[in-house]
């Protein structure tokens, strides 16, 4: 186009236009994109033009799709739906990389055929590329249902000049949008890791755990939590609860493991009158009083073969039968089911039903053992010396070393015993490794990890009975002082570091 021809154009703005077009050229360039100007310009816009609706879409030259950037109606509202605008328009606009006008497109042969031209009886059609690097990158298209004769050549070259204000602030723009889609991407990511109050820990795999719990909590699926004892299945199980949309509806808990068989069941379903000898009158069973909430079975793998049939039936078709009765209650529960136990082990020994087993298997959430996650110990000890002692107590680094260095057996809840234990035999504010008392015969008892980790324990445990000597505890273990001595290394143990 001639500078002669681009000056006639410019005098064809009227003055109106020549001021919204300065106001967003101004925008467009200010150092800082806050959210909406797409939406606000883009409204100004249909307003000038006295248009319905319009867009400002981005082509993909490769899928030949366009996407939304911004949609707006008369209202101000956005519109999500791509298809409401004529597909074919959009098209003609890419093909001719031309600004273009149509009237009374319905009696148009070449554009009624299109469908959301028919359905939302577009009459009159403003389109104009964003044209970048000679490309087209975009597309700007203002529509009307009405004739409007406002969608006038003037208008066109409104829109082509709006167009170039934009193909000049795209850059911008595309930097804008990348950084929105970081920046949720970045919330999301934030909103998953959030902790969770009751829950103690800093180390990856505890946020781990809190991305899948805040993932399940809002669903409705069963899930099963896997774990040593005391790693913190209960603790899990109940956070799920709260932070669910039943957290206002009741949560159930129930010990399943060493309950005889017949107490569990009417615990569970309840009982009509006259069910067995001394059920003199009905009562609801937990799974009634659970209706609209959670329940907890805890240690699950050791229900009878006769429960498990039972538990099936609430979690298959979501009802309860009252033990000595026929009609099923419908109940609507969700299932948190917990086990320290090796459920598939137990499936493959027959001990434990298949059908079962995948019904609860649904979301499993495995709570890794303490010794996994040693950074959250210093955490759990503040936890729990504020939880049982109202003093200022603080706790020594070489006493603090000793309980990082402990292989944890019992998880949590031993730790939270031990350090309970060592308020009440301190006496000052300051805990020393003398308070740390740390019962390892029950520690060993109570054992669940691995080889390596056994010989370690029963090392400390020897070299304690023989105060330190190494030489005899090697003797005692059937092993040379140098593996003693190597394995000692390993631990990183300070208590016996000088006692020999
Ligand atoms: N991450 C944690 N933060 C704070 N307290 C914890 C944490 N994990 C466990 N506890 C505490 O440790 C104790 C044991 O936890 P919980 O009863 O949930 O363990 P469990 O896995 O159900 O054990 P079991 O298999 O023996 O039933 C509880 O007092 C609990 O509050
Ligand atoms: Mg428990």
Redesign the pocket.
């Known amino acids: 186009m001639s500078v002669k021809e681009e000056i006639k154009k410019i005098k064809s703005l009227s003055k109106d236009q020549f001021e919204l077009l300065y106001q967003i050229s101004k925008r467009l360039n200010s150092l800082h994109y806050e959210e909406g100007l797409i939406e606000e310009t883009l409204d100004l816009i249909i307003n000038v033009v006295d248009a319905e609706r319009g867009l400002f879409a981005k082509y993909n030259e490769a899928k030949k799709e366009f996407e939304i950037i911004a949609a707006r109606n008369l209202m101000k509202e956005s519109i999500q739906d791509l298809t409401s605008f004529s597909s074919g328009i959009l098209q003609k606009v890419v093909e001719s990389k031309k600004p273009c006008l149509y009237h009374d497109v319905q009696s148009d042969p070449t554009i009624s055929q299109f469908d959301s031209v028919q359905i939302h009886k577009i009459k009159s059609v403003l389109g104009v590329p964003i044209i970048k690097n000679g490309e087209v990158w975009g597309v700007i298209l203002v529509d009307s249902q009405l004739n409007r004769k406002e969608f006038t050549e003037e208008n066109l070259v409104f829109l082509d000049f709006f167009s170039n204000l934009v193909s000049l602030a795209l850059d911008k723009i595309i930097d804008y949008q990348n950084l929105e889609k970081e920046n949720l991407l970045l919330r999301n990511q934030l909103q998953n890791i959030q902790p969770i109050r009751?829950?103690?820990?800093e180390s990856n795999a505890?946020k781990k755990l809190f991305q899948l719990i805040h993932k399940v909590a809002v669903t409705d699926a069963t899930v099963l939590i896997l774990?040593?004892?005391?790693?913190?299945?209960?603790?899990?199980a109940r956070s799920i609860h709260n932070l669910s949309h039943r957290k206002d509806k009741p949560y159930i808990a129930q010990f399943c493991g060493s309950i005889p068989d017949t107490l569990l069941e009417s615990e569970l379903f309840g009982y009509r009158k006259g069910a067995f000898t001394g059920a003199t009158s009905d009562k609801k069973g937990l799974f009634e009083v659970a209706n609209g909430g959670t329940f907890f079975l805890?240690?699950i793998a050791d229900i009878s073969p006769a429960l498990q049939a039972k538990l099936l039936r609430v979690l298959q078709n979501k009802e309860i039968i009252r033990l000595g009765d026929t009609k099923p209650i419908k109940v609507d529960v969700r299932i948190i089911a917990?086990t320290?136990k090796d459920l598939k082990q137990l499936v493959s020994e027959n001990k434990f039903r298949e059908d079962l087993f995948y019904r609860l298997n649904v979301f499993p959430i495995e709570?890794p053992p303490l010794r996994e996650r040693r950074e959250?110990i210093p955490l759990?000890v503040k936890?729990f010396i504020k939880k049982y002692s109202s003093k200022e107590i603080t706790i020594a680094p070489d006493a603090m070393k000793k309980l990082q260095n402990f292989y944890w057996p019992g998880?949590?809840?031993q730790l939270?015993n031990v350090i309970q234990r060592a308020l009440i035999l301190c006496d000052s504010n300051i805990l020393l490794p003398e308070h740390i008392v740390i019962d390892e015969e029950e520690s060993l008892l109570d054992f669940r990890g691995t080889l390596e980790d056994f010989e370690k324990l029963l090392l400390l445990k020897r070299l304690k009975e023989y105060n330190g000597n190494r030489t005899q505890t090697a003797k005692s273990l059937g092993v040379s002082v140098r593996w003693v001595q190597m394995k000692l290394k390993e631990i990183n143990s300070s208590e016996f570091d000088s006692n020999e």
């Open positions: 009751e829950i103690i820990g505890i774990g040593e004892s005391g790693t913190g299945k209960e603790l899990v805890d240690e917990a320290n709570i959250d759990l936890h998880n949590v809840r939270e």
